[in-house]
């Protein structure tokens, strides 16, 4: 009889591990606590109005393409998948940035920014490129149990560059300040300053500017929909409303969970829910990191999110935009260095029926609000209201337009419900940041050290935050139980 495997959690990573999981012959159950799958990345449907709740991005699809792959099949067999021209838009106090779709484009309007800095850009990307073929090739296909994972014969001749940051990498090619926050932007994925984040990072920038920026069509959650037809193909069954309350331990060893306070046997549980939380599953004396170990962890921001229906077409737009028209270290510092609301917010708006007219009733728009915070903070309807108000005002005045008049219906998700609906530590948004000392084998662990057959996936623990790490995390620790677990 082939083994049970309980899976906490139905988020990109979990589901991942379910789908690698099954394929290899065990019983594979997923018990997630809301009513939908998909963790962090849900929809928000409304009035005809379509969101996703959680990620907008669809960077790397070649990792979302291998994926499927696994299984002989294809992005195209789930969803129809769109390139974004122009990628986005940044806007800074005094004009706009438009990133197009290739280097060529790009090129062009760097050189109309800072005179000769095309050539820089084009090395500087080059070098991106090398570093991402090693990452998505090398690095991040190891599962982070020991420091030697990092040496290859790649790596050992690129090992400054764990050591310089992104940061001081960028300010050494580019003097103008607007195209420094373009080429810092894409690191902030990965949860920390670009001051804190290793050079080897660049390959974020490959990922924008050399693969380019995506949708497919319908939302990010059709990725989700996706994914959940595959596990249940490969015979997977998924629990929703089963919120998971204790991980029961024999002599150290996992041997199931209790949900509504009815006991599942399992051979090995996996979580794919925050980390921390899931630990606090476990008796005292089980948990592998303290509480102060927690709290000296670099946690990626949060986010005050809104989603709002909008009755006409607004102007001047794209589909992802970016409002750089503060000061961004500023903004930086009130969330990494003294964390508190900040005073003149970075932003950025996703309007997805600029290019998926799917998405919003006929002569409307649909519009995701984001901005950046520090996690743990205080929430209130109140804090919510001033930020909504700042943002919104500096968006008529960028956009030269006119727009409360027009917005049909507003929600909002800030720090409280992270917390509620995610059991997310000090509500995070995006996991654990992938600084210096949190790269790989420094990130908690796939594999618990204290309970056997009791594993972890997810943002918190390697490769890190984002969809396609994610999707690297499930399988990463599928294949680790298939070599432990046997």
């Known amino acids: 009889m082939s083994r049970i495997i309980s899976i906490i959690g139905s988020g990109f990573s979990a589901l991942s591990a379910s789908c690698y999981l099954a394929k290899a012959g065990y019983n594979v159950s997923i018990y997630e606590k809301n009513d939908t799958v998909g963790g962090r990345a849900r929809q928000l449907i409304k009035d005809g109005f379509t969101f996703d709740i959680g990620p907008s991005w669809y960077w790397m699809p070649d990792i979302f393409e291998k994926f499927f792959n696994d299984f002989g099949k294809s992005t195209s067999d789930y969803y129809q998948l769109d390139k974004l021209s122009p990628a986005y838009k940044i806007f800074f106090s005094d004009e706009v940035i438009t990133i197009g779709d290739h280097m060529d484009q790009i090129c062009e309007e760097f050189e109309r920014i800072e005179k000769g800095s095309s050539k820089p850009l084009r090395k500087f990307i080059s070098q991106a490129q090398d570093h991402y073929d090693i990452a998505i090739n ?26 310089k940051t992104i940061s001081s990498e960028i300010r050494k090619k580019f003097k103008n300040p607007k195209l420094i926050s373009t080429l810092e932007f894409p690191v902030l994925f990965l949860g920390a300053k670009p001051s804190q984040t290793p050079s080897f990072y660049s390959f974020m920038n490959y990922a924008d500017f050399g693969l380019g920026t995506w949708h497919p069509k319908g939302g990010m959650y059709e990725i989700v929909k996706a994914m959940r037809k595959l596990a249940e193909e490969l015979g997977v069954t998924i629990n929703t409303n089963s919120n998971v309350e204790k991980i029961v331990t024999e002599n150290n060893r996992a041997i199931g969970i209790i949900i509504n306070g009815n006991t599942v046997r399992s051979d090995i549980v996996l979580s794919g829910a925050d980390y921390h939380h899931t630990e606090t599953l476990l008796d005292k004396k089980n948990r592998q990191y303290s509480e102060t170990y927690w709290e000296k962890r670099t946690f990626a921001p949060s986010s005050l999110l809104f989603y709002v229906g909008f009755s006409k077409k607004l102007k001047r737009i794209e589909h992802h935009n970016l409002f750089f028209d503060t000061n961004f270290e500023n903004h930086a510092e009130e969330i990494y260095d003294d964390p508190k609301w900040p005073e003149n917010p970075l932003f950025y708006v996703n309007f997805p029926s600029v290019t998926d007219i799917s998405m919003a009733p006929e002569g409307c728009e649909t519009g995701f609000f984001l901005i950046p915070i520090a996690p743990g903070l205080e929430d209130t309807p109140e804090l919510r209201q001033q930020y909504f108000d700042i943002i919104i005002n500096r968006f008529e005045k960028r956009t030269n337009q006119d727009i409360k008049e027009h917005i049909l219906f507003r929600e909002s998700f800030c720090v409280n419900d992270f917390i509620s609906e995610y059991n997310s530590y000090k509500g995070n948004a995006y996991g654990m940041a992938n600084t210096l000392r949190q790269t790989a084998f420094l990130r908690p662990k796939l594999k618990s050290k204290k309970v056997d057959g009791l594993y972890f996936t997810g943002q918190l623990t390697v490769p890190g935050p984002g969809v396609p790490p994610s999707l690297i995390s499930g399988k990463l620790v599928a294949e680790l139980i298939e070599k432990n677990e046997h």
């Open 138 to 163: 090398k690095i991040v296909l190891k599962p982070g149990v020991s420091p030697f994972e990092l040496v290859t014969k790649e790596t050992v001749t690129k090992v400054d560059r764990f050591f």
